[in-house]
């Protein structure tokens, strides 16, 4: 007989799934330097590999997102071999995210740039990149602009913003009906002065501009270290714009550290809303969950099935939270039995009940051991290794 407690995390995980990047598997690094690992992913395919291993061993991951720059060497006709590979290695093809930020035209911004022809350009890579997901049937194009400018009064920030709505709200209207778009921010970097789309609220606003089917996307990596994430999280969830995620912790700013290994208590409380929120609806809500981590250090597969692990852990915890009592004790302001409930559910041992979860989906209790008994890094790692010695000069 399983206890109540492991009911709940039973039902939390159930429909618990979460994407990973396919950049999350390759050699990548900081703007100092990189250090290459033998095993890196170099191709779609062997992205594909990857990814396919960590959805293998914990069951959970069954999309990877996929960067059109270095996903789609060929553009749109790259599109079939994705399909193959995708059917190759069991997981399918999951946000499609435009690349916007790395040739050398988008010197001054994309769709902010001061010259027409450029905004063109990166306005028919969206829809290129629209077309690409329509094709793989992926629900999601998921819009990172680097776009900002590092010296004051260099640029016209107001006229900047009317053309990130003009050219949002044309990439809108070629979305299928099914399709969403979503908008990410970022406070700073690689713009330093100023960035376009720098927080939460003027992703809010464009997302509005461009129409009904943009939301809002939340890089948890994207904040300055003292703003309240998850407040963000319910305001845009109280509008209908919350989007999804790009989960990774962070130090200091954007620092790709993995999630929760700085604040595990934060994902908590985001995972807390969300859930708090569909109690209070009684709606299922529509948040696609994925991960933006690219590991410079650690072993790109381990550290996948690590940060997946952590998640399941921080939603499950928060899936404990009694709802009830919790709606109660705000009413009367009883603050210590209200912030009690978070407290004693984050500090409960989920673990076991996951592990029991896992055996009950046939998939190994302990992914990582797994992973490390398969005898895979190995294999990649003799397959990969000559090629990976040499200089890699993309990003990923
Ligand atoms: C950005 C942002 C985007 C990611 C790029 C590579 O900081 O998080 O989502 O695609 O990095
Ligand atoms: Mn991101
Ligand atoms: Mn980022």
Same mark, same amino acid.
């Given at each position: 007989?399983?206890?109540?407690?492991?009911?709940? #995390?039973?039902?939390? /995980? =159930?429909?618990?799934?979460?994407?990973?990047?396919?950049?999350?598997?390759?050699?990548? &690094?900081?703007?100092?330097?990189?250090? %290459?690992?033998?095993?890196?992913?170099?191709?779609?395919?062997?992205?594909?590999?990857?990814?396919?291993?960590?959805? /293998?061993?914990?069951?959970?991951?069954?999309?990877?997102?996929?960067?059109?720059?270095?996903?789609?060497?060929?553009?749109?006709?790259?599109?079939? %071999?994705?399909?193959? %590979?995708?059917?190759? *290695? &069991? #997981?399918?093809?999951?946000? +499609?995210?435009?690349?916007?930020?790395? =040739?050398? +035209?988008?010197?001054?911004?994309?769709?902010?740039?001061?010259?027409?022809?450029?905004?063109?350009?990166?306005?028919?890579? !969206?829809?290129?990149?629209?077309?690409?997901?329509? @094709?793989?049937?992926?629900?999601?194009?998921?819009?990172?602009?680097?776009?900002?400018?590092? *010296?004051?009064?260099?640029?016209?920030?107001?006229?900047?913003?009317?053309?990130?709505?003009?050219?949002?709200?044309?990439?809108?209207?070629?979305?299928?009906?099914?399709?969403?778009?979503?908008? @990410?921010?970022?406070?700073?970097?690689?713009?330093?002065?100023?960035?376009?789309?720098?927080?939460?609220?003027?992703?809010?606003?464009?997302?509005?501009?461009?129409?009904?089917?943009?939301?809002?996307?939340?890089?948890?990596? $994207? $904040?300055?270290?003292?703003?309240?994430? =998850?407040?963000?999280?319910?305001? /845009?969830?109280?509008?209908?714009?919350?989007?999804?995620? $790009?989960?990774?912790?962070?130090?200091?700013?954007?620092?790709?550290?993995? /999630?929760?290994?700085?604040?595990? *208590?934060?994902?908590?409380?985001?995972?807390?809303?969300?859930?708090?929120?569909?109690?209070?609806?009684?709606?299922?809500?529509?948040?696609?969950? !994925?991960?933006?981590?690219?590991?410079?250090?650690? &072993?790109?597969?381990?550290? !996948?099935?690590?940060?997946?692990?952590?998640?399941?852990? %921080?939603?499950?915890?928060?899936?404990?939270?009694?709802?009830?009592?919790?709606?109660?004790?705000?009413?009367?302001?009883?603050?210590?039995?209200?912030?009690?409930?978070?407290?004693?559910?984050?500090?409960?041992? #989920?673990?076991?009940?996951?592990?029991?979860?896992?055996?009950?989906?046939? #998939?190994?209790?302990?992914? !990582?051991?797994?992973?490390?008994?398969?005898? *895979?890094?190995?294999? +990649?790692?003799?397959?990969?290794?000559?090629?990976?010695?040499?200089?890699?000069?993309?990003?990923?």
């Amino acid at each position: 007989m399983k206890s109540q407690q492991t009911e709940t #995390v039973f039902r939390a /995980l =159930e429909t618990f799934r979460i994407e990973i990047p396919s950049w999350g598997f390759a050699n990548t &690094g900081t703007r100092f330097g990189k250090f %290459l690992q033998p095993a890196a992913a170099a191709t779609i395919e062997e992205k594909f590999s990857d990814a396919g291993q960590v959805h /293998l061993l914990t069951g959970v991951c069954p999309t990877v997102a996929l960067h059109v720059l270095w996903d789609f060497p060929d553009g749109t006709k790259s599109t079939d %071999l994705v399909k193959s %590979l995708s059917d190759r *290695y &069991g #997981v399918r093809p999951g946000s +499609i995210n435009p690349n916007l930020f790395q =040739e050398q +035209i988008y010197k001054y911004g994309s769709f902010g740039n001061p010259d027409k022809a450029v905004r063109a350009r990166a306005l028919q890579h !969206m829809k290129d990149s629209i077309e690409i997901a329509a @094709e793989l049937n992926s629900r999601d194009v998921s819009l990172w602009f680097a776009d900002g400018s590092n *010296y004051p009064g260099t640029m016209n920030i107001r006229q900047r913003k009317q053309w990130f709505e003009e050219y949002l709200k044309t990439s809108h209207d070629e979305l299928a009906p099914d399709q969403r778009m979503l908008v @990410e921010y970022k406070p700073f970097e690689p713009a330093f002065y100023h960035t376009d789309i720098a927080d939460w609220g003027m992703a809010l606003l464009l997302a509005r501009a461009a129409g009904p089917q943009a939301k809002v996307l939340v890089d948890t990596g $994207h $904040h300055y270290a003292a703003q309240n994430i =998850e407040q963000i999280v319910a305001w /845009l969830l109280s509008e209908d714009m919350l989007g999804g995620f $790009h989960f990774n912790d962070r130090r200091y700013a954007d620092d790709d550290l993995t /999630l929760g290994s700085i604040d595990p *208590y934060q994902v908590f409380r985001i995972f807390h809303e969300i859930l708090h929120f569909a109690w209070e609806t009684e709606k299922d809500t529509d948040i696609a969950y !994925m991960i933006d981590q690219s590991h410079n250090l650690k &072993g790109k597969i381990e550290a !996948m099935i690590q940060t997946v692990t952590m998640a399941q852990q %921080l939603y499950a915890k928060a899936s404990l939270v009694d709802h009830a009592k919790l709606d109660t004790a705000q009413k009367k302001a009883e603050l210590v039995t209200a912030e009690s409930l978070l407290q004693d559910a984050f500090a409960t041992d #989920v673990r076991p009940a996951i592990q029991e979860w896992r055996t009950s989906k046939g #998939v190994p209790a302990d992914p !990582m051991e797994a992973f490390r008994q398969s005898g *895979y890094l190995e294999r +990649i790692t003799s397959e990969r290794a000559a090629r990976n010695s040499q200089n890699v000069s993309s990003y990923a």
